[in-house]
């Protein structure tokens, strides 16, 4: 990272969600000279699952997606949905409808929302397509997805305005007309919804469906719309997914299971390719077998998946793939392993951090306290460690440009309650070592009470943290960079650098640098 810019996270108690800490791989604005793609990688497998405090992570987290809650269909009016047809398949088309897609303006994410929960409800979800707020594109494609799918569900195009055209597609799609419903009518009246009288207006076969909302738990004031085996959702993703969730019983299938692993692998895809292979034809069609490489991850390099509607050829290729892919390859990776892992933090954290965290909580509200990050090693694990002990508070990223003094002045001058800054210094850094756990500024800087959590931790401390739990950082430090200043004093480790077996000099990731002492030979 460059010391132009220092971001200040400032604590607010406004909001139970979780902290929002993934920032990969430090989000670079420029890259340090030199710092292009090395042949060795970031990914040396390690042991990690070896280590005690996260043997009981590894194993407990098994059963978390199944512990799904079952959503009731509530009553339906007019007429039942259509039942599935009798066997095991079951399958859907999805239909997102809107210029606004297609032209870029808004970011859809009903697509994965929709596959990813009707995969859940043993649903094989076919075909996915996006079109323009047109009504003969919409008809036309509302009628090829309705004669190919059991379910075809719409997303979009129901509102008030003049480019709402859905009830109207779905209606030419099915020869029907568009007429009034009289209990859409009520209901709008009812909500006092002028100017939303659009919505009454349905193809003539059209049933509504009322669901329980999942966030209240009562019945949904305005149905789901459905004709024959068409669902009309709304395009509003907070919507659309509520309306889902109370309305699953719609769509589920109880006669398949669909079951899911992960495997990431610390090898470059291409390597790995022959091996793929021969497990997906000796598994033909009973195992779905993908491959997504992965540049800018920390631990891997591939991520494999494999789906099955059974779980012993699962298990088989799962053991097919562990015995053939290279030795060591294997990376027992958890996505977010940080929110499930608050004992490992705990127990890989020197007790005077966490000490010193509490006894500034118990000094300075929160309205008082922010955290210094500027994208290194030891403020990513400083930002990770406060997440663990404060994990029910939000945080509010402000950015000042300039060096540490200059954006420490423009903070006060911006925010004067704030009182102390939570820092990641640690003892081996320069003008440090005579450093205490709270430390006021220097004469001549603001006034701040400076709080150094890791003063004592050492660079193997910083490195066992960030690794063992999974902790995205610069991707920098996987090239050779073990401290990270500004462009113009930042280069490679020399005790980091070793021949390929082409021939050609290429670094070592920093945490494997034997020396500690060696540290700042990154510093010019």
Known sequence: MTNKYVIIVSLRRDSVRKLPLD?????????????????????????????????????????????????????????????????????????????????????????????????????????????PDEVATIAAEVTSFSSRFTHVLTAGGIGPTHDDVTFEAVAQAFGDELKPHPELEATIKALGGKGWEKLSLV???????YGTDPRTGRPFKFPLVSVRNVYLFPGI????????????????????????????????????????????????????????????????????????EEEGPLEECLAYLTASLPQGSLVPYMPN??????????????????????????????????????????????????????????????????????????????????????????????????????????????SFMRINPLLDWTYRDIWDFLRQLFVPYCILYDRGYTSLGSQENTVRNPALKYLSPEGQPTYRPAYLLENEDEERNSRT
């Not at 590894?58 to 009016?77: K, P, S």
């Open 337 to 446: 392993a940080m929110e499930q892992a608050s004992e490992a933090v705990y127990q890989l954290t020197k007790s005077g951090a966490l000490q010193t965290i509490e006894t500034a909580l118990a000094r300075y509200s929160l309205t008082q306290l922010c955290v210094g990050f500027n994208g290194g090693k030891d403020c990513t694990a400083l930002l990770h460690l406060f997440h663990a002990a404060v994990q029910r508070y939000n945080l509010q990223v402000l950015e000042a440009d300039g060096d540490m003094k200059q954006a420490l002045t423009e903070l006060q001058t911006q925010h004067p309650q704030l009182e102390a800054v939570l820092m990641g210094t640690r003892r081996t850094d320069p003008y440090s070592c005579s450093l205490c756990a709270f430390s006021p500024t220097d004469p001549g800087w603001p």
């Open 203 to 209: 193809p003539t076969s059209a049933r509504l469906h």
């Open 23 to 131: 920032r990969r791989k430090g989000e670079r604005e420029k890259p340090v000279e030199g710092a292009e793609e090395a042949d060795y990688g970031p990914q040396c497998p390690v042991d990690l699952a070896g280590t005690p405090c996260l043997r009981p992570l590894f194993g407990a987290l098994g059963g978390y997606w199944r512990a799904m809650q079952r959503g009731r269909e509530g009553r339906t009016m007019a007429s039942r949905a259509s039942e599935p047809p009798p066997g095991r398949s079951v399958t859907a088309g999805i239909i997102i409808v809107g210029d606004e897609i297609l032209k870029g303006h808004t970011q859809d994410t009903n697509t994965y929302f929709l596959c990813r929960t009707l995969r859940s409800l043993g649903v094989q979800v076919c075909r996915v397509s996006v079109v």
């Open 237 to 308: 993703p907070e919507l659309l997914r509520r309306v889902l969730e109370g309305l699953k019983e719609l769509f589920r299938n109880t006669a398949v299971q669909f079951h899911s692993r992960e495997l990431y692998v610390a090898a470059d895809e291409a390597s790995i390719a022959p091996i793929l292979a021969e497990a997906q034809a000796h598994f033909g069609r009973r195992i779905g077998l993908g491959s997504y490489p992965d540049w800018g991850s920390n631990y891997y390099q591939v991520k494999l998946t494999l789906d099955s």
